[in-house]
């Protein structure tokens, strides 16, 4: 009896070897095909970037559609290859190819799905509204960003950039004033070794206060913002030369203000409207 039992127990202790094999080896398989799957994608990633950078716009943007909707199901249940494509970039290079071929609604789509899942977009989606003049939606994009970001500047600074252009310059005055009232909290979030002297970003959100201050009639509110740059600036520094071309424009002295602008470059859609027919050609 004991020595039926034992080759029971033998043949089981086989049945259970031979499962774990059987299982090994279909896991085996299926981590191959999935990498297979995953190495595929990679590779057409890769080829959709090469026909956007050939100016093969339409290819491009409907080999990363296609992309974006083989992704779920090639990416489970696990990612094994090393620079498989993220979601929120698939989505923000879509929204750059659909700028490229100026299909706005579309290229505003993929930018929205990319800020959705975390990822970039939010810098395009403002330049985008705010060059096709679709300054609503740029207000509510604005509202939005400040309901999810308590911290940044940012929303701010693009709904003030969308109140200035409608004419609303008290407003834009207020929202500037706002962001740089946050600038300090989040540079030492973002960056807590940046010293505490004047930064580019603070420079610009004071060159564009002065601006909507001008165009509230604010004269000394603009000009006391400008000063706050020229006095605070290092030596060699030229942060204030978009306020103090605004004020010559604002005394009638253009050709002061193109003198000073001579070899400036907007960084931005709202510098190019508030200098625009001052910047001297190169």
């Not at 299909?103 to 989606?125: H, M, S």
Request: hydrophobic share 45%; aromatic share 6%; with cysteine.
């Amino acid at each position: 009896m004991a020595l039926k039992d034992a080759r029971h127990a033998r043949g089981r202790l086989a049945i259970g070897v031979l499962v774990a094999l059987v299982l090994v080896h279909l896991l085996a398989v299926g981590a191959y095909y999935t990498q297979a799957r995953q190495q595929s994608l990679l590779v057409r990633t890769l080829e959709a970037r090469e026909q956007w950078k050939a100016g093969e716009l339409e290819a491009a943007a409907s080999l990363y559609r296609s992309i974006l909707r083989d992704r779920p199901a090639v990416s489970w249940p696990l990612i094994l290859i090393r620079q498989f494509p993220e979601n929120a970039d698939l989505w923000y290079l879509l929204g750059r190819v659909e700028s490229d071929r100026a299909n706005v609604d579309a290229a505003l789509q993929a930018y929205a799905k990319a800020i959705t899942v975390g990822g970039r977009g939010a810098r395009e989606t403002r330049e985008l509204l705010l060059i096709h003049g679709r300054l609503s939606e740029l207000l509510a994009f604005a509202n939005e960003r400040l309901a999810v970001d308590h911290l940044s500047p940012q929303p701010l600074k693009d709904r003030a950039a969308a109140e200035l252009e409608m004419g609303q310059a008290s407003g834009a005055m207020d929202d500037y004033r706002a962001a740089l009232d946050r600038l300090p909290a989040w540079r030492q979030q973002t960056d807590p070794a940046a010293p505490s002297s004047l930064s580019g970003e603070e420079a610009d959100l004071l060159n564009l206060y002065a601006a909507a201050a001008l165009a509230a009639h604010a004269r000394s509110e603009a000009e006391r913002a400008c000063m706050e740059v020229t006095n605070r600036q290092g030596k060699r520094a030229q942060l204030d030369r978009l306020c103090h071309a605004l004020i010559a424009h604002d005394d009638g002295r253009d050709a002061d203000a193109r003198r000073l602008l001579a070899g400036y470059l907007p960084p931005a859609s709202e510098h190019e409207w508030l200098t625009r027919g001052l910047v001297s050609e190169p």
